[in-house]
């Protein structure tokens, strides 16, 4: 992994407008010489703590932009803004649609779950990983902000391992909230079942955060 060809390309302040209409001041990052050659961004918030909180979030357009109810992504990423703001700390913004297989890909897999597929069938059906990310720029992206110890947000065990396997201490992990509903349940659903991922579901459309 060549990590350390990576540099800081450049960084802009950046206000922002949070769902609830207060505002937020990150500072963004960009990078030169990540491994896959993406436009990956990195948002500062703060004053980090010494272990700093970290959100590593994978682009989703239908969910952060357009608020589509079929996943949780956009509820998380405004949950984790709104944190990071309060407490200062990360968010690394991955360009990794649909688990890594594309926007285009994404809505063909889409179509197979209104068939009866679960999320992770649909990507493999199209000829695609069940899950085709990997954290590697993320890594990357840590090192050259000088982070190599961190707290990280997030429900995904496997960020965790391969942060971990990549060289970033993982020092503690915190969850998010919950967010099913009758649109996303079923998805949710999956997501405990195929990649264990740490969610407590009550009936469609109540959340559980246990």
Known sequence: MPSSAVSIRSEVQLPIQ???????????????????GKEHIALKFGEPAAVPLVRVHSECMTGDVFGSLRCDCGPQLEESLKTLREEGGYL???????????????????????QGQDTYAANVMLGHGADERDYIVAAQMLRALGVGRIELLTNNPQKCKQLSGLGINVAATRRTGVYSSAHNLAYLQAKVRQTGHLLQLGPAGQDDQG
Do not use: M, P
């Open 92 to 114: 690394l913004y991955l360009r990794q649609e649909g688990r890594g297989i594309g926007l285009y890909a994404k809505l063909d897999a889409y179509r197979l779950q209104e």
């Open 18 to 36: 949070l769902a609830d209409g207060t505002e937020a001041s990150a500072l963004v990052y960009s990078f030169r010489g990540l491994s896959d």
